[in-house]
Structure formats: C-alpha cells, structure tokens
C-alpha cells in the first residue's frame, strides 16, 4: 500500500509547518486528490490515521477534495474536461492535448491549534 508511504511523507510536510507555528496540535488537513495521481482516496483515509499515530496530527481530520480532469487542446486552443481514459477534446476530437490537471496530489491547508482557545489555518 503505497498510500501509507504518501502519509508519512505528507505528515514530515505538515509536522514542519506545526513545529515553525509551535503548535499544540493538526486540527484539519486538506488535500486535492486528482483521479489519475495513482491515489486511491479510500486507501489514503485509511493510512493517514495509521502514519499520524503518536503525532500531533494523530487527531487530524482527512478533508480529500477531488479534481476533475482538464485538458488542453493544441488543436482548437480550448481547455476541456477530460475523462481518465478518454483524453481528447472534448470540443473538437482532437487527440492533440495536454493534461492541465487531474493527476495531482496537493497539500491545500492545514489548521493547526496553537493553544486552548485558538486555531490557525496555514495554506
């Protein structure tokens, strides 16, 4: 499960921020998850619990925001929506696109405790 390993590497980038900010606490952590980043967004919910055991992310929340698949055409210079096996455009056929988004996997904000009372949202 490779999820697991993305966990680990995610939390020593959350664990940096939290220890800049001197934090009591990971409150939050949200993360754009697109359908071809070769991330299994079920498989990440259940590792990230596993890899922020005894952290201060152990009691984070794992907010995934899915992205759509986007293209551009270098036929008709129009940006479209794509499906992940089906990559032309959607506005002339052409296969000649790139992929703008939709394989990404991106850290977007975390909230962090700083005491008792307050919260901070690092983006």
């Known amino acids: 499960m490779h999820e697991l390993s993305l966990c680990r590497s995610l939390l020593r980038q959350i664990l940096e921020v939290a220890e800049q900010h ?9 993360l754009q998850v ?4 070769g991330v299994e967004p079920e498989l990440l919910k259940t ?9 201060l992310a152990e009691s984070a929340k794992l ?17 479209s929506r794509a ?5 032309s455009c959607t506005s002339c056929g052409s296969c000649s696109t790139q992929l703008v988004s ?11 405790t700083l005491d008792e009372l307050s919260a901070i949202k690092c983006p």
């Open 22 to 30: 001197r934090v009591l606490a990971v409150t939050v952590v949200r």
């Open 34 to 37: 697109g359908p071809l980043s």
């Open 47 to 55: 590792a990230f619990p596993l890899a922020a055991a005894g952290t």
């Open 63 to 79: 907010n995934l925001t899915a992205t759509c698949i986007e293209v551009y055409c270098g036929s008709c210079k129009k940006r």
């Open 83 to 87: 499906a992940s096996n089906q990559l």
């Open 102 to 112: 939709g394989d990404e996997l991106i850290l977007e904000s975390v909230e962090l």
